[in-house]
């Protein structure tokens, strides 16, 4: 028994390990780069250079606190070509384009010479200030017309060739490159205040053409295996490092990027709902359920059996986002039946926080009816069918023929012998309730506004909100795993037929 | 009666004993119902006639190519004008002959006259050929109503049922093949049946390393850019990827005999039931709807990634079935009769194993299906993973929780959902009592 315990616990390990694999290859994946939506979150103020002045020391300093300046994962497959350096670029989308650029050329020297030239020449043409260019290439102007003019003529050009520039990073397509370069050609060839940048872009021409001529494709069709140690991304993620990220192992899931409050305080605030509200439900369930699947199983092949049997069919094939837009339209609807209030869990203008907990649960009964029952009916359906299957299997087994053998009622043959043993696959499902309070009620809380979990889920999928959809994700695998842990064991426990040598 | 045993087959048997469900044999025909439905949707709900004759061209509209363009001329040759198909209002053009679809509206087309949520019953409006707004005429009535930008709702439900078949099917034929194949090398060989040299074990691991490597890691920009294009060369590139995968492993397999060194040579057992159901335990310890609603929402939305993601997540409960089943057959006298015979492991495993596990599988697969359109509504009615411009149940359900006293938005999709899960899991049941009496209840 022990034994058994220890074993299926030491089983539990490795997969909660590749849980978490996996919700972090997702949250890797995720689309978009972090570091632009937590900046863009924090939505400071001012015009567009002080801002981007001051972000980008800021956005330096988020991607480290985020650990994005580190290698993804302990050990990386990848080919000769490139570099165990490559994931210090911090633009990730140059980090892909570089990537692509490197898979393409295969010599990673030259890919990297060709980026970093292409910095420099962006770095220097940033410096371009059109009225001090003004200045100097055309001291005699006075008319504030054609000064005005020259300006606007100036700042284009500018503009112009950052754009260019700044394309030219996420490009890597030859001809697309080729046709950023001439363009930039064409510039500094016709604008003689642009000369001094020539010879940074003959040099990103010269790489350019490198890029063609020092090709060695043939690094890439041979696989190396890097090795990164406990510095990477992975690491810091699960295990934190120790100052200020503590690691999903001690509770730390990271900050939201819709308002950057810290995830588990986030989910905290919104569980306590969700937990209560489907405990009172599976509660619920059960108390219809057993008698029901008692009842028809003790009647079985009866006509009342197999009314029951239909109904308890149609009700389990009938989706709760219906049953539930349903009972909205029906009973809170000022054009039907206005019984309940159509959203929410209480009334904003008459609840007070300071409410001790039974008149805080008054005042919200009335918003919890219709959820509760939606939430109820479909694993009502699925209880009582499981439960009247159990009964059926029990009955026909030879204790009960014993029983009745010895002139036990017949009520007591059922309640006593019967029923507890007829409890035991019910347990199992009682183990789904831990993951459903984290994302089971996703649709119903969504359908009657219930700030809950669920809700959280649905708005942050909404907005994209990935280190929530990540943290989801890995609690509710963990849980459910902890819930056939629990059951496993608690079948171990109670049931004595059941030997796990 | 009387029945010899020669003339005795177990699919007559299963066929009589599922007859004898009066409702299981209704849903059969219903299902049916729904696919002619789905096979002929672009005919019964189409807002471009299905013959017409226009200043003396005759036409077929809805069967031809959405965007085809016909230069229109009069009976005297003069030219009048350019008919593009699908941006044209036929209902404007003066046409002297015309049958139009049952219902003459397609599923995206909007109404101008009868937005905001026109009721089934209520006053609709309509606009005749001569220009006038009048009373809408019977046959251009929305008869189940429209939505808030005037599409509609009839229309929608019959474009519907198209999807809804298409996501079972597509998602559990996925799921299927992943389930069966994996089931049945699970419990035909277990943990000690599938003998290997070390030499080729260990060649066999590298061959997936290197299979990964060249077929997937050095081919990934082609299989990014085949998505930008479309799904289908997506998928194309991906087959290619695959078939690559596979060649490197048998490569390397064929390699690995040219080493002859006895102490390589040892066999050992290769742990793939061990293999298959950590793996069936380790999808099933993520709530289903969870996962899918995860990864559609880091993916691009599209109704093919939803029908793959459901079936890749899906195969679980259709493996543990087969699996389950070869682990009985595998002792059976026939098939170690093929084994003794000397038919290879595939063949037998294939061959002459495979159909008669495959009676719980097909049940797995129907009640699979009720529960993928169940999903896939649900992610729909969510607006998770399916693009707004495809109509839906779910997303139809979705327009009218937005707007309450568009009842009809509620009813009518609600009930097309549950009806059609109802029916498969009616056929899935009524199909396992027919199939194994032992498991009825």
Known sequence: MLKYVIKRILTFIPMIIAISLIAFIISINAPGDPVERLTKSAGSEGTADEQSGASKKEKQEIRKKLGLDLPIFYINISNLSVSDTLYKIQDRSHKDNIKKLGHKCGNWNVVSEYYKSILTFERKSKKLIAEEILIQMYPEIDSNQNRKKLLNDINETINQIGFEVGSLCETSEANLIDLKLNKIQSFIDSKSYLTHLKTDFEKTKKLRGDLISEATKWKTYIPTILWYGTKNQYHLWLFGNGKDRKGVIRGDFGISYIDSQPISSKIWDKIGISFGLSIISILLAYLVSIPIGIYSAYKKDSKTDRITSLVLFILYSMPSFFVGTVLLLQFANPDNLSWFPVSGIQDPTIFDPEWGFFKKLSHRIPYLILPIITYTYGSFAFLSRIMRIGMIDIVSQDYIRTARAKGLGEKKVILKHALRNSLLPIITVFAAIFPMAIGGSIIIEMIFSIPGMGLEIFTSILNKDYPMIVTVFTLSGFLTMLGYLIADILYAVVDPRISYK | ?441
């Open chain 2, 1 to 441: 009666m009387d029945k010899t045993n020669e003339n005795f087959s177990f699919k007559k048997y299963a066929w009589n004993q599922f007859k004898k469900n009066k409702i299981a044999l209704i849903s059969l025909y219903l299902l049916l119902f729904l696919v002619i439905i789905a096979l002929f949707a672009p005919y019964i709900a189409n807002d471009r006639p299905l013959y017409c004759e226009y200043e003396g061209n005759t036409m077929y509209p809805a069967f031809a190519d959405e965007t085809r363009k016909d230069s229109i001329f009069d009976e005297n040759g003069e030219f009048i004008q350019i008919l593009q198909y699908d941006i044209t209002d036929w209902r404007q053009l003066n046409l002297s002959k015309v049958i139009w679809a049952p219902i003459p509206y397609s599923p995206n087309s909007m109404d101008r006259y009868n937005r905001d949520y026109a009721a089934p019953g209520g006053k609709q409006r309509y606009k005749s050929p001569g220009g006038e707004i009048l009373d809408i005429p019977n046959r251009f009535r929305h008869k189940l109503g429209t939505d808030g930008i005037g599409r509609d709702l009839a229309s929608g439900l019959i474009h519907g049922t198209k999807i809804s078949l298409m996501v079972g099917l597509v998602s559990m034929g996925i799921a299927a093949l992943i389930g069966i194949i994996l089931g049945a090398l699970a419990g035909f060989f277990g943990d000690n049946k599938l003998k290997m040299t070390r030499i080729k074990y260990y060649f066999t691991i590298i061959g997936v390393v290197l299979g990964i490597f060249y077929g997937f890691g050095f081919r990934k920009y082609e299989i990014s850019n085949g998505f930008n294009d479309g799904f289908a060369s997506g998928m194309w590139e991906i087959l290619i990827s695959f078939v690559l995968f596979l060649i490197i492993i048998i490569l390397l397999r064929l390699i690995s005999r040219i080493f002859g060194i006895s102490s390589f040579n040892k066999e050992i057992f290769v742990p793939i039931d061990t293999f298959v159901s950590r793996g069936i335990e380790l999808l099933n310890s993520i709530p289903r709807l969870i996962l899918i609603i995860t990864i559609s929402a880091v993916v691009e939305p599209s109704i093919w990634i939803v029908m793959v993601i459901i079936g890749v997540t899906g195969w679980t409960r259709i493996a543990r079935f087969t699996r389950a089943e070869f682990l009985r057959i595998r002792s059976l006298e026939y098939v170690q009769a093929a084994q003794s015979l000397g038919f290879s492991s595939i063949r037998t495993i294939f061959k002459h194993a495979l159909p008669n596990a495959l009676a719980p599988v097909f049940v797995s697969i129907a009640f699979g299906i009720a529960s993928a359109i169940l999903i896939e509504s649900g992610l729909s009615f969510l607006g998770i993973g399916v693009p707004d411009d495809i109509v839906t149940w779910g997303n139809l359900l979705n327009l009218g929780r937005q707007n309450l006293e568009a009842w009809w938005l509620i009813l009518y999709p609600g009930l097309a959902i549950f009806f059609t899960i109802t029916i498969y899991n009616m056929i899935a049941e009524a199909s396992r009592d027919a199939l194994d009496p032992k498991l009825k209840s």
